[in-house]
């Protein structure tokens, strides 16, 4: 039993520490379609909630234009 109570204690701390640091997103550069840049920026919690709180992608007629960030492990 207490074998069990301290995984589960490691497992709520893990928990706790991964949501509490800065996540990091890959974000990709489109122009006219084709990859032009791709970076790493850390995610600012203060202001942005998700990586594709980022993207300012727009499509036209299929071709995509902007930036598309997603989140990274």
Do not use: F
Request: charged residues 20%; proline residues 0%; glycine residues 6%.
């Amino acid at each position: 039993m207490k074998k069990l109570l301290c995984i589960c204690a490691a497992c709520l701390l893990v928990a706790a520490l991964s949501t509490s640091c800065n996540k990091k997103c890959e974000c990709k550069t489109y122009v006219g379609g084709t990859v032009q840049s791709t970076w790493e920026t850390e995610l600012d919690k203060d202001t942005y909630n998700k990586c594709s709180d980022l993207n300012t992608v727009v499509t036209i007629a299929g071709t995509k234009n902007g930036i598309e960030c997603k989140g990274t492990l």
